[in-house]
């Protein structure tokens, strides 16, 4: 894919993102299976502390399960099984840099980047990142040592000076989302919001996950 194509792609798909998480009731295969059958078209694979072959194998079954849906599939941090099974990889602030990630996968490849403010951002972005992970919205437990919180307003300035500075790169908020937050923070000028937690801790993780992209699709569109 060109550059214009995978922007395209993710501004179309990218409303609302699911990262999967492991939990009591629900394995990382079973939380992709949930989002996908709520409505969501954006899976991230992340699964930072299990084995490669464990990552690998559901892997290649979230693959399938993507496929069948049209949905992006993106693997968290490991480059080289995202060659081999997914649209891209997301990368954090302490896994390989873009740069890098680039030389391996080429241009054809979507590489998302994990930012906590402007100069985050604007670094990705020359790097030849195709989209922002930006976060955390709030204090969230699903992920381990959290950068500063940002809250609407630090979304809205990071908007503010990307827009200043001619920076035109899909950016997703991330961090303790719920859905009623989800108007708030689409007003900033975001493009999308990524969650995991509010879907998979609901009675009904499917409704919730309805719920989630309804809300976001609604919002985008009162918004144009």
Request: a negative charge; one cysteine or more.
């Amino acid at each position: 894919m060109k550059t214009m194509e995978k922007e395209s792609l993710i501004r179309k798909n990218g409303n609302v993102q699911f990262i999967t998480h492991y939990t009591e009731c629900y394995s990382y295969l079973d939380a992709a299976r949930i989002a996908l059958e709520g409505g969501c078209r954006w899976i991230q694979l992340r699964m930072k502390d299990a084995p490669l072959e464990e990552v690998e194998s559901t892997a290649r079954q979230v693959r399938q399960l993507c496929q069948q849906q049209g949905a992006l599939f993106i693997i968290d941090d490991h480059v080289e099984l995202a060659k081999i099974y997914a649209d891209g990889v997301h990368l954090g602030k302490m896994d390989m840099p873009i740069a890098d990630a680039r030389c391996i996968l080429g241009e054809t490849y979507i590489i998302g980047g994990t930012a906590n403010s402007f100069e985050d951002v604007r670094q990705h972005y020359e790097a030849g990142a195709d989209y922002i992970g930006c976060g955390p919205f709030r204090y969230t437990t699903t992920k381990k040592n959290l950068s500063p919180i940002l809250g609407t307003d630090g979304y809205a300035d990071i908007v503010r000076r990307m827009e200043a500075s001619h920076i035109s790169l899909p950016i997703v908020a991330i961090g303790g989302i719920m859905p009623d937050d989800i108007k708030e923070i689409m007003q900033t000028g975001v493009t999308g919001i990524a969650l995991s937690g509010s879907v998979l801790r609901a009675k009904n993780p499917i409704e919730e996950m309805k719920r989630t992209v309804a809300e976001a699709n609604r919002t985008i569109n009162h918004c144009k």
